[in-house]
């Protein structure tokens, strides 16, 4: 069964491997590739299954690699959380790979695209399994070195800065993040999280000062809101993603944007929340670092719905109305999270439950509309509203795509942005009955602005892109029939999580019961090599 954990790995490393051996041979690189994708997605599926879903499952499962125990060697863990995470990735990896053969062109295609996009998956995969902080640091910087070379892909003056500038806020996010983990390694004498976790939560039996921990989690806040585009940090997010290839931006918005939000939970609600440090913020129980986060990153949340909605509603162009939108989107995310800090008992794992919900709803839809606009824009050759109008007419199939990808982004039932903004705006009301009303009123004001937002620019996409007579860009638009099969694809991805929601809001709370039950995460990790450092 443990053996399992390190196969979604061990797929996408050795698919990219092969793409890159095959780059003298397109057409056998191309369906490598692909089949690369499925047989990752299935990987996935079938772990998922086996050690978290199934009737006979464990919960978790844990990977010694080398065969070095805990806390010693290096550890993967495949709990609900990871599990949910990973499930995200394989849709969206999917659905990008497929656009992508049909999109990017030949030529750009052997330019090491290929090896590229699995490299990404390697460095995503890794961070939601890892389980130590070092090592989730070298699988965020696999992920980002691969992401500034898509950024880059077309190399375009544009292009060129908007990667230039990715990467220069990224390396100052990347050594502040070194220091972090260097801080915690000080303080606690282990990087593995389970035997951090452990050692927080008993500081007496383990000679630790906890207290440290709480400015050094700070430090990895900020990191991990970088990364995932979180106000004040937000600035990279719509130049990168409307310079990279709009395959590779679906993957940035629906799965690399949810690595940051996936570490701020695994750590501060799985290693840091046991930590006994008493901190003072009012309406705010105290007690643990949450105390900390949940004030911090709810104020993030608010101004990324306040500057992501705004911005989107000013916007011209698709791909920036998108990009500003998944600015707006994941304070929604980060919003729920700060309910689930500021919480306790049951409400913190409902809130985690309406976070995760959420993401998904993002990664979905998020991934279903940049693939709807670069299948327009392949079309007409512009993805500008004021030359676009009356797509609906030329191609009603994927018009009806995009048009389910915005719904659900207002959040109409039965879709599934219905469903994480009902729980989210649930979770905020309901800790309006706790000591932190304060910031659940906040929240829930701030929810209330975004979902008017939301509309509001989705509406203007719809009725100044789609609706209305054929302007000339229009006209000679020739529809490529395999791209739209994807776009379509996903809106019924979409539609049918949304109908069946049952059995992925119980996925959602396996997750957030792993991620509050540090316990059971150190159970599973076995830390069979003691506890010492």
Same mark, same amino acid.
């Given at each position: 069964?443990?053996? @399992?954990?390190?196969?979604?790995?061990?797929?996408?490393?050795?698919? &990219?491997?092969?793409?890159?051996?095959?780059?003298?041979?397109?057409?056998?690189?191309?369906?490598?590739?692909?089949?690369?994708?499925?047989?990752?997605?299935?990987?996935?599926?079938?772990?998922?299954?086996?050690?978290?879903?199934?009737?006979?499952?464990?919960?978790?499962?844990?990977?010694?690699?080398?065969?070095?125990?805990?806390?010693?060697?290096?550890?993967?863990? $495949?709990?609900? =959380?990871?599990?949910?995470?990973?499930?995200?990735?394989?849709?969206?990896?999917?659905?990008?790979?497929?656009?992508?053969?049909?999109?990017?062109? %030949?030529?750009?295609?052997?330019?090491?695209?290929?090896?590229?996009?699995?490299?990404?998956?390697?460095?995503?995969?890794?961070?939601?399994? /890892?389980?130590?902080?070092?090592? $989730?640091?070298?699988?965020?910087?696999?992920?980002?070195?691969?992401?500034?070379?898509?950024?880059?892909?077309?190399?375009?003056?544009?292009?060129?800065?908007?990667?230039?500038?990715?990467?220069?806020?990224?390396?100052?996010? +990347?050594?502040?993040?070194?220091?972090?983990?260097?801080? @915690?390694?000080?303080?606690?004498?282990? $990087?593995?999280?389970?035997?951090?976790?452990?050692?927080?939560?008993?500081?007496?039996?383990?000679?630790?000062?906890?207290?440290?921990?709480?400015?050094?989690?700070?430090?990895?806040?900020?990191?991990?809101?970088?990364?995932?585009?979180?106000?004040?940090?937000?600035?990279?997010?719509?130049? &990168?993603?409307?310079?990279?290839?709009?395959?590779?931006?679906?993957?940035?918005?629906?799965?690399?944007?949810?690595?940051?939000?996936?570490?701020?939970?695994?750590?501060?609600?799985?290693?840091?929340?046991?930590?006994?440090?008493?901190?003072?913020?009012?309406?705010?129980?105290?007690? +643990?670092?949450?105390?900390?986060?949940?004030?911090?990153? %709810?104020?993030?949340?608010?101004? +990324?719905?306040?500057?992501?909605?705004?911005?989107?509603?000013?916007? *011209?162009?698709?791909?920036?109305?998108?990009?500003?939108?998944?600015?707006?989107?994941?304070?929604?995310?980060?919003?729920?999270?700060?309910?689930?800090?500021?919480?306790?008992?049951? @409400?913190?794992?409902?809130?985690?439950?309406?976070?995760?919900?959420?993401?998904?709803?993002? +990664?979905?839809?998020?991934? =279903?509309?940049?693939?709807?606009?670069?299948?327009?824009?392949?079309?007409?050759?512009?993805?500008?509203?004021?030359?676009?109008?009356?797509?609906?007419?030329?191609?009603?199939?994927?018009?009806?795509?995009?048009?389910?990808?915005?719904?659900?982004?207002?959040?109409?039932?039965? =879709?599934?942005?219905?469903?994480?903004?009902?729980?989210?705006? *649930?979770?905020?009301?309901?800790?309006?009955? /706790?000591?932190?009303?304060?910031?659940?009123?906040?929240?829930?004001?701030?929810?209330?602005?975004?979902?008017?937002? /939301?509309?509001?620019?989705?509406?203007?996409?719809?009725?100044?892109?789609?609706?209305? @007579?054929?302007?000339?860009?229009?006209?000679?638009?020739?529809?490529? /029939?395999?791209?739209?099969?994807?776009?379509?694809?996903?809106?019924?991805?979409?539609?049918?999580?949304?109908?069946?929601?049952?059995?992925?809001?119980?996925?959602?709370?396996?997750?957030?019961?792993?991620?509050?039950?540090?316990?059971?995460?150190?159970?599973?990790?076995?830390?069979?090599?003691?506890?010492?450092?």
């Amino acid at each position: 069964m443990t053996g @399992l954990v390190v196969a979604p790995l061990l797929v996408v490393l050795v698919t &990219a491997v092969l793409a890159l051996a095959l780059g003298r041979r397109p057409r056998v690189q191309r369906a490598a590739s692909v089949a690369g994708v499925a047989a990752y997605a299935a990987a996935v599926f079938a772990v998922v299954w086996a050690v978290v879903l199934g009737p006979d499952a464990p919960g978790a499962a844990a990977y010694q690699l080398g065969g070095w125990p805990a806390p010693f060697g290096i550890t993967l863990v $495949l709990d609900g =959380l990871s599990a949910f995470m990973l499930t995200i990735t394989a849709v969206v990896g999917l659905a990008s790979m497929l656009f992508s053969v049909r999109y990017v062109s %030949a030529e750009n295609q052997r330019v090491y695209y290929h090896p590229l996009f699995h490299l990404l998956s390697v460095g995503v995969t890794g961070a939601f399994l /890892t389980g130590d902080l070092f090592n $989730l640091f070298v699988w965020f910087e696999v992920m980002l070195i691969v992401s500034y070379v898509f950024v880059a892909f077309y190399g375009t003056d544009y292009a060129t800065a908007a990667s230039f500038r990715y990467l220069v806020l990224n390396v100052f996010g +990347s050594a502040l993040m070194l220091v972090a983990i260097g801080g @915690l390694y000080a303080t606690t004498g282990t $990087l593995n999280m389970a035997d951090m976790a452990r050692r927080l939560a008993e500081p007496a039996a383990y000679g630790v000062d906890p207290a440290p921990a709480v400015g050094l989690a700070a430090l990895l806040l900020a990191v991990f809101a970088l990364k995932a585009g979180l106000v004040p940090f937000q600035f990279w997010v719509p130049a &990168a993603y409307t310079a990279a290839p709009p395959p590779v931006t679906a993957m940035f918005a629906g799965v690399t944007k949810k690595v940051g939000m996936y570490a701020i939970v695994r750590l501060y609600f799985t290693v840091f929340a046991g930590a006994p440090v008493g901190i003072d913020v009012p309406g705010v129980p105290g007690g +643990s670092p949450l105390a900390f986060l949940a004030p911090v990153l %709810a104020a993030m949340g608010v101004a +990324s719905i306040l500057v992501g909605g705004f911005g989107a509603v000013g916007q *011209d162009r698709l791909e920036r109305v998108f990009a500003y939108s998944s600015v707006g989107q994941v304070g929604f995310i980060a919003v729920a999270v700060a309910v689930a800090a500021a919480a306790t008992g049951p @409400l913190r794992g409902v809130a985690i439950a309406a976070a995760l919900v959420f993401a998904l709803h993002h +990664s979905l839809a998020k991934g =279903l509309l940049f693939l709807g606009a670069a299948a327009v824009k392949d079309a007409t050759g512009t993805d500008s509203l004021p030359d676009l109008g009356g797509v609906a007419g030329r191609s009603p199939v994927l018009s009806s795509a995009i048009f389910v990808g915005l719904l659900s982004l207002v959040g109409l039932p039965p =879709l599934t942005g219905f469903f994480g903004k009902l729980l989210t705006f *649930d979770a905020a009301a309901r800790g309006l009955a /706790t000591d932190a009303r304060a910031l659940s009123a906040l929240a829930l004001a701030a929810l209330l602005l975004g979902a008017v937002l /939301t509309i509001l620019y989705t509406t203007r996409v719809w009725a100044r892109g789609f609706w209305g @007579l054929e302007t000339p860009a229009v006209e000679v638009a020739t529809v490529d /029939t395999g791209q739209v099969a994807v776009v379509a694809a996903l809106a019924v991805v979409v539609v049918l999580v949304g109908v069946g929601f049952d059995p992925v809001y119980q996925f959602a709370e396996t997750a957030a019961s792993a991620a509050v039950d540090s316990e059971a995460y150190v159970d599973v990790v076995g830390l069979d090599g003691g506890g010492s450092a």
